[in-house]
C-alpha cells in the first residue's frame, strides 16, 4: 500500500508511531488467537522442543560419527609400518600359507582372512571365537614373513567411540532402539525445518544457500542455523534413514526379507536351542582353491577369504572389483579345496536389485558411496550438530527472554505499589488505538498511577459501552484520530452511541484527554477533541486541558506526566520516553513495474533486503524516511521530511521485504514532479542503495491464522497487505479465503496476476472476484462487485469471516463500509468491528 506524497504524511493521523513488532500488544487481534495454533506454529513448537531435548544427545552421535568417517586413516597415522609394510620384491604369502603360520603361533583355528591386492598391505586374520564371545579376535600380520604385526595404538578408543556412536554406551538391544529414535528426532528436525523456512521462491537457490556474515545478533544466529541447515538438510535425511536400518530390527528383517537375504535370527548369539558337538574341521589346504579365485576374481581389490569350518566345506570368497561402484558392492565366490573348482559364482553386477539396494545402505550412511567427497561432507555435516545445537539454544533462550520481559511489563500492571493500598473507586484508563500506540500509553500510564498508591481499571473503548462510564468517578482517556477526524476502526461504535446519549448522565465524572495526532492535517487530534466535547456536554468535567500530542511529542508527554502526578498526589515517571526502534539500514534489492502503460500511474514492486532474520506479521508496516532525487532527506529548509509507511507485501519466510509503490506525479517542484518517497522508491534510489527503515506494528490490521473463512477487499496498491495475509494463511494451511480486487484494465493492471492465479487453481483461494472500472461501458469498482454478491457476503460472514480492507480511504474504503452496513444494518456493523471481525488499512 503506498501513501499519497501529495500529503506531507501517508497515513492520516493514525497513532504517532506504534511500538516495534517485540513491543506490540495483542488486543487487536480476536480471542480464540489465544487457542488456535497453525500447522506452522505447530512444526514451530515441534522444532525447537526436540532441538533443545534430543539435540544436545544428537551432537554426542554427531561427534562420535565424525571422528569414525576417517578412522582406518587416522589409525595409520598413529601406527606407521602396522598395517602397510614396506614393499618386497618377493611374491607375498598365500592366505593358507598365514593361517597355517598364524595358527601355530597363536594356537587358535583361524576363521577368516581379508587379503589386500595392494602391494605392501597387511592382511587381516580372524580367529574363531571362544566359548562365550561373539566374535574372535583379529590380528594383522606382514604380508612377506606371516609374523604378527603389533596392536593397533588407539583401536579400542574407535572401538569406544563406535560403541557411543552406534548405542550410546548402553546394553546393544536398548542402545540400538535409543539411538534409532534420536534418529527419528533428526529426521524431524530436519524436515520440520525445511517447512518452517519454506520460501516464496522456492526455486532461487540464493534464497536457501545464500550466508549473510556481516549480520549481527539475533539476525546471524537465524541466518547460520537456517543456511547451514539447508547445506546439510540431504545428508542428515540419509543419515538417519539408514541409521534406522541398523536400529529397529522389524525395520531391518522386512528390508532384508524383501532383498531376499535370510534371516539373522537364526544366526543371533544366545538362542536357546539342542546342543550340537562341535566338529573341528582338518587343516585344509586352500592353495588350489586361492590360485583358482585369482583366475576367476580378476581386478580384485580386496577379497575375504572363509576357511572351511567341517569337511567337505567350499572355500567361500566375497571380493571387490577395482571397477566396484562402492566398497559394499561385493561378489561371492565358492570353490572347493580339494580340486580348485567352483561350485557358486554370484557376480555383482547379477544379484537381484533388492540386495544391491540393501548393500548401498553402508556407503550412504559413512558416505564412501560418492568417494572421498562423500565422506568429507557427512564428516562436515556431523560436525554441524554441535552448530545447530548452540545456535538453537541461543535462539530459545532470546526467545525465552524477551518473553520473560513482556510477560514482566504486564505483571507489573497488576503488582499494584509495594507497601500502599488502593482505596476508593479505581480510576478508569481507557484509549481508543488504531495501530497500538494509544494503548501502549494508556498501560504505561496506567502502571504508573498503579505504582503510586491509585487504583486502576484499563479499558479499549473498542469494547466499552458508554453507559459504563457511570460507574467511574474519574476517567483517563488516550485517544488516537484515524482519517481526517475519525475514530480509529474498533471505537466508531464506541463514538456512536456516545453521540446518540443526551441529557447529562454524567455528570459527576471527571475526565482527563491525551490526544494523538499529526499537525500536518486538517483535523489534527479531531477524534480526540470530540471526544472531549461531547464527554462535556454529557455533563463530564476536565480534570485538566486536554493535551494534544503531536508525533510522540516529548514535551507534550512530559505535560502528561505531570497531570498523571497531580491526579495521584505522587511522583510519576515520565510516560512514553521508552526508546523508540531506530531506523535500520536496508538495501534496495531491485524494482520491478508492474503495470506498464496503466492509466493509474506507475506501480512498482519495491524489494529490500537486510538485516536478515527480521521479524514481522502479516499486516505490519515499514516506515521509510524519504529521500529527495539526490538521496538527501531534507526540505528546503533543512528539516527532514516526515516519514512513509508502506504496507508490507511479503514476509519474513520470503527472505526479503517486499513493497507494492505507486509512483506519484505532480507539477514541478524539487523532485522532478514526482513524490518525494515513491520517486526516491521507484525512480531516483540506485539499486543497492541505502534505505532508512523501521518496522512498525499493526495490530488493528493483525492476520487471522486459525481456521476461519477470511475476506480480502482492496485496490491499487492496496494488494501489498493482503497479498502478505494470504501469503501468511496459505503457509499454515488455511484455504477459505476470498479476494474482491479492483483496479482499472485488465490488460496492464492485472497486478501480482501469476500468483492470485496460481492460488486460485490450487484452491488457496475460494473466490477471486477482480474489478477493472476503465474495462467496459459503466464503471463500476470493488464495492459495487461486494454488494452484488451480497448473499455469499452473508453465508461467508455468518461463518464467522473476518473481513480485510486493504487500499484508499476515498472511494473504496467508504464504499465497502456503505455495503457492510447495507447488508448487516448499523448494529450488525457494531457486532462485526467489536468483534475483531473487520480490520482497515486504508489511507
Known amino acids: 500500500m503506498t501513501t499519497s506524497p501529495s500529503l506531507p504524511l501517508p497515513r492520516a493521523s493514525a497513532d504517532e508511531t506504534p511500538d516495534t513488532i517485540q513491543q506490540r500488544q495483542p488486543a487487536a487481534a480476536p480471542p480464540q488467537r489465544r487457542w488456535h495454533w497453525s500447522w506452522k506454529q505447530v512444526w514451530f513448537q515441534l522444532h525447537w522442543f526436540i532441538g533443545i531435548t534430543a539435540g544436545t544427545v544428537l551432537v554426542i552421535i554427531g561427534l562420535s560419527g565424525a571422528t569414525l568417517a576417517f578412522k582406518d586413516e587416522l589409525l595409520d597415522v598413529m601406527n606407521p609400518g602396522v598395517r602397510h609394510v614396506a614393499v618386497e620384491s618377493r611374491a607375498p604369502l598365500t592366505p593358507g600359507q598365514l593361517s597355517n603360520i598364524a595358527a601355530a603361533e597363536h594356537g587358535q583355528r583361524v576363521a577368516s582372512i581379508t587379503m589386500y591386492a595392494q602391494a605392501g598391505a597387511a592382511p587381516r586374520l580372524f580367529f574363531a571365537p571362544k566359548n562365550g564371545q561373539r566374535r574372535g579376535e583379529s590380528v594383522y600380520v606382514h604380508p612377506y614373513t606371516g609374523a604378527t604385526q603389533p596392536a593397533l595404538a588407539g583401536a579400542e578408543f574407535f572401538e569406544w567411540t563406535e560403541s557411543l556412536h552406534r548405542w550410546l554406551l548402553l546394553p546393544r538391544d536398548p542402545g540400538r532402539q535409543v539411538a534409532g529414535a534420536l534418529a527419528l528426532c533428526l529426521l524431524g528436525l530436519a524436515l520440520s525445518g525445511l517447512y518452517l523456512r519454506w520460501p516464496r521462491r522456492p526455486l532461487d537457490w ?164 560418492f568417494g572421498l567427497p562423500g565422506r568429507i561432507i557427512v564428516t562436515l555435516a556431523s560436525l554441524g550438530l554441535p552448530l545447530f545445537a548452540i545456535t538453537g539454544w541461543m535462539l530459545y533462550l532470546g526467545r525465552r527472554k524477551a518473553k520473560r520481559a513482556v510477560q514482566a511489563q504486564r505483571a507489573m500492571l497488576g503488582a499494584g505499589a509495594p507497601g500502599q493500598a488502593n482505596t476508593g473507586l479505581p480510576t478508569l484508563v481507557a484509549y481508543a488505538s488504531q495501530s497500538g500506540q494509544a494503548e501502549r500509553l494508556a498501560l504505561e500510564s496506567a502502571r504508573a498511577l498503579q505504582q503510586a498508591g491509585v487504583a486502576v481499571d484499563v479499558q479499549s473503548l473498542d469494547r466499552f459501552d458508554p453507559a459504563q462510564l457511570r460507574q467511574y468517578e474519574r476517567a483517563l482517556i488516550v485517544a488516537s484520530t484515524f482519517g481526517e477526524g475519525e475514530a480509529p476502526d474498533g471505537t466508531r461504535r464506541f ?116 538485516p536478515a532474520g527480521t521479524d514481522w506479521e502479516a499486516g505490519a508496516l515499514a516506515e521509510i524516511i524519504a529521500c529527495n532525487a539526490d538521496g538527501s532527506d531534507g526540505d528546503a529548509h533543512g528539516a527532514q521530511h516526515a516519514p512513509r509507511s508502506y504496507s508490507l507485501a511479503s514476509l519474513p519466510s520470503d527472505g526479503e521485504l517486499q513493497l507494492l509503490v505507486r509512483q506519484e506525479r505532480h507539477a514541478g517542484g524539487e523532485n522532478l514532479g514526482y513524490g518525494i518517497c515513491s520517486g526516491w522508491l521507484t525512480r531516483f534510489a540506485p539499486l543497492d542503495s541505502p534505505i532508512r527503515l523501521r518496522l512498525q506494528a499493526n495490530p488493528a490490521f493483525a492476520p487471522a491464522l486459525v481456521d476461519v473463512p477470511c475476506i480480502y477487499i482492496g485496490n491499487g496498491s492496496g494488494l501489498a497487505g493482503l497479498r502478505a495475509h494470504l501469503r501468511a494463511r496459505q503457509r499454515a494451511g488455511l484455504a477459505r479465503n476470498w479476494l474482491l480486487f479492483g483496479e482499472r484494465q485488465h490488460a496492464v493492471d492485472s497486478i501480482c496476476g501469476a500468483e492470485l492465479d496460481a492460488w486460485l487453481a490450487d484452491g488457496h483461494l475460494a473466490r477471486l472476484d477482480r474489478v477493472f472500472s476503465r474495462d467496459g461501458g459503466t464503471q463500476r469498482y470493488v464495492q459495487d462487485r461486494l454488494r452484488d454478491q451480497a448473499g455469499d457476503l452473508r453465508d461467508w460472514l455468518a461463518q464467522g469471516a473476518i473481513v480485510y480492507v486493504c487500499g484508499s480511504l476515498q472511494g473504496m474504503a467508504a464504499g465497502i463500509d456503505a455495503v457492510l452496513q447495507e447488508v448487516l444494518g448499523q448494529e450488525g456493523l457494531d457486532a462485526l468491528l467489536a468483534a475483531g471481525r473487520y480490520r482497515r488499512d486504508v489511507y
Open 206 to 369: 540464493r534464497t536457501w544457500l545464500t550466508f549473510d556474515p556481516a549480520l549481527k545478533g539475533r539476525s546471524f544466529l537465524w541466518n547460520l542455523h537456517a543456511v547451514a541447515g539447508t547445506w546439510c538438510l540431504v545428508v542428515y535425511v540419509a543419515l538417519t534413514l539408514t541409521g534406522i536400518y541398523w536400529s529397529y530390527d522389524v525395520v531391518r528383517d522386512n528390508i532384508d526379507a524383501w532383498a531376499g537375504k535370510p534371516p539373522r535370527v537364526a544366526q543371533a548369539p544366545g538362542k536357546k536351542g539342542p546342543a550340537r558337538q562341535k566338529q573341528e574341521a582338518p587343516a585344509v589346504d586352500i592353495g588350489l582353491a586361492w590360485t583358482s579365485f585369482q583366475q576367476h576374481a580378476a581386478g580384485w581389490t580386496l577379497a575375504s577369504v572363509r576357511l572351511p569350518t567341517r569337511p567337505g566345506e567350499a572355500v567361500q570368497f566375497t571380493w571387490l572389483a577395482s571397477d566396484a561402484p562402492h566398497e559394499r558392492a561385493r561378489s561371492r565366490l565358492s570353490i572347493a579345496p580339494a580340486d580348485g573348482a567352483v561350485t557358486e559364482n554370484e557376480p555383482y553386477s547379477q544379484q537381484g536389485l533388492g540386495s544391491r539396494l540393501v548393500n548401498i545402505i553402508y556407503p550412504l550412511h559413512m558416505g564412501t558411496y
Open 495 to 610: 463514538a456512536r452511541l456516545l453521540q446518540a446519549t443526551s441529557g447529562t448522565p454524567l455528570a459527576g465524572l471527571e475526565v482527563g484527554m491525551l490526544a494523538l495526532g499529526d499537525r500536518h492535517y486538517s483535523a489534527f487530534c479531531g477524534f480526540g477533541h470530540a471526544l472531549e466535547r461531547q464527554l462535556r456536554a454529557l455533563g463530564a468535567t476536565p480534570l485538566f486541558p486536554l493535551i494534544e500530542v503531536d508525533k510522540h511529542d516529548p514535551a507534550a508527554l512530559a505535560d502528561w506526566s505531570k497531570a498523571l502526578a497531580r491526579c495521584s498526589g505522587s511522583a510519576i515517571d515520565a510516560i512514553g520516553v521508552q526508546e523508540q526502534a531506530s531506523y535500520a539500514e536496508w538495501r534496495l534489492a531491485r524494482r520491478v513495474l508492474l503495470n506498464p502503460g496503466s492509466l493509474g500511474g506507475e506501480l512498482h514492486e519495491i524489494t529490500l533486503t537486510g
